[in-house]
């Protein structure tokens, strides 16, 4: 167990300098992540124009929310792990792979929580400097449960995050061109995910169908967690069960599509 753990953590640290190479492009995307932050504010801000709530909470949590999801987003998003996958497959370059003592799963993982923490990180640089424009409509929850809860989620979104771009990247066995696959989920993730809204502003029954979908648990529910938009321990708890079986459910899609995936692949290159 040590010796795997060496391994990966030898990957980790590839990853992370690897990444801090590209820490401006980072950044840049993070300052163009304002803009996209600046229009939620203006748009909300109409919306609750002449009202005291949103769906029950005020703009002042609503907005909390979206800042709390922008910086997720850089924490645990995947941003192109799958793209890179696909082109590993295409190239030849998972060859290596097959002759080595190495989980490809866990490598791409270490990697991609390497590049993760390089992105979230540098995202508060561009965070910092709007803050004294956003002070007035932050409000952070006061008990510190709701971060200690969070946690857990984040995680399990991370892994799920993963799980799913992993999953688009082993379609490059079957498939030349995985963009359209992409493409999307990336539109069912921005709608279920809670990233053009928060997602209990759907209608009921709408909102309890979406809480058995992974989408849900990909951004929104560490968010509210986080943002206090979900406070009860027993419906969090409850979340964590549905993230869990999510996480574990697209582990097994993981392998079957690796192991399936190596019976069509014919190596080349490398």
Request: proline share 4%; charged share 10%.
């Amino acid at each position: 167990m040590f010796a795997a753990f060496v391994k990966y953590r030898q990957a980790f640290l590839v990853g992370l300098q690897s990444n801090i190479v590209y820490r401006w492009n980072f950044a840049v995307r993070g300052f163009f992540s304002l803009f996209h932050l600046a229009v939620v504010v203006i748009l909300w801000s109409a919306a609750a124009e002449g009202r005291t709530e949103l769906g029950g909470f005020s703009l002042n949590q609503t907005i909390t929310y979206f800042v709390t999801l922008l910086i997720l987003q850089f924490f645990i998003s995947a941003f192109n792990e799958d793209y890179q996958i696909s082109e590993e497959i295409r190239n030849g370059l998972i060859n290596q792979f097959l002759l080595k003592p190495i989980n490809y799963f866990a490598y791409r993982f270490s990697i991609f929580v390497a590049a993760r923490l390089v992105s979230g990180l540098l995202v508060f640089a561009p965070l910092l400097i709007a803050f004294p424009f956003l002070r007035e409509y932050l409000d952070f929850p006061a008990d510190p449960r709701a971060y200690v809860l969070g946690v857990p989620a984040m995680i399990m979104s991370a892994l799920i995050q993963f799980s799913i771009a992993y999953c688009f990247g082993m379609l490059t066995f079957w498939f030349l061109e995985i963009q359209g696959f992409v493409i999307l989920s990336m539109a069912v993730e921005t709608i279920l995910g809670g990233q053009m809204f928060p997602l209990d502003l759907l209608p009921a029954w709408a909102y309890a169908v979406a809480k058995w979908l992974p989408f849900y648990y990909q951004m929104y529910f560490p968010a509210a967690i986080f943002s206090g938009r979900i406070t009860e321990t027993a419906v969090i708890v409850q979340g964590y069960a549905v993230q869990a079986a999510w996480v574990g459910a697209l582990l097994l899609v993981n392998h079957a599509l690796w192991t399936r995936g190596l019976r069509r692949h014919t190596a080349v290159g490398g």
